[in-house]
């Protein structure tokens, strides 16, 4: 059986739906459609799931504003990224009034994750003690890791022939 992973922003329903409708269609054509919602036990650690996805051999990425600044799906996009062969792995969904195909477009994202990195050098350099903080340091890295490979994963995907969220519903993802 094939089995396709999905990276997605999952705190929207939208998203939900729509991976929801990409399950049943994988289903019907015998694949396995490997997602959070059913590869993640209670207590079991998320950032193995992603690791797994970033090492998957067929990654959907259903592709968003909202998954642009998620730092589960960013984390998720560069671990795609590290292990090659994107283009060959990933099929990317795009969704309406997604845009980051225009290098104004891409900049926008690229704030977002200098903003996010402000904010956490901010709240570290307001503690008084800042002993123990080396997990907060690791998100702060991770953060610098978004930012710096933003542009160069946006440009990679905006190169890519994709397809809106329409045309992979209309053909039942075919």
């Known amino acids: 059986m094939v089995s ?8 929207e329903e939208a998203q939900n739906r729509l991976v929801d409708k990409l399950a049943q269609a994988c289903a019907a ?4 459609l490997l997602r959070d919602r059913n590869r993640i036990g209670y207590g079991d650690s998320i950032r193995a799931f992603m690791n ?3 090492a998957g051999e067929h990654v959907v990425l259903v592709l968003s504003e909202a998954y642009f600044k998620s730092a ?3 984390y998720e996009l560069c671990r795609i990224y590290e292990h090659g062969d994107v283009r060959k792995r990933v099929k990317p969904l795009v969704l309406t009034g997604t845009s980051f195909h225009k290098p104004t477009d891409r900049l926008r994202y690229l704030k977002h994750w200098e903003t996010e990195i402000a ?4 709240e570290l350099a ?3 003690d800042p002993k123990g903080t ?3 340091r690791r998100d702060l890295d991770g953060y610098a890791e978004f930012r710096r490979q933003m542009d160069k994963l946006l440009s990679m995907l905006a190169d890519m022939n994709t397809l809106t969220e329409e045309v992979h519903v ?4 075919a």
């Not at 396709?4 to 705190?11: D, E, I, N, P």
């Open 119 to 122: 904010n956490l050098e901010a």
């Open 126 to 128: 307001g503690l008084a």
């Open 170 to 173: 209309d053909s039942d993802f």
């Open 72 to 74: 589960y799906c960013m």
């Open 134 to 136: 080396l997990d907060s």
């Open 52 to 54: 797994e996805i970033g």
């Open 29 to 32: 054509r015998g694949i396995e």
């Open 4 to 11: 396709v992973y999905v990276s997605y922003a999952w705190k």
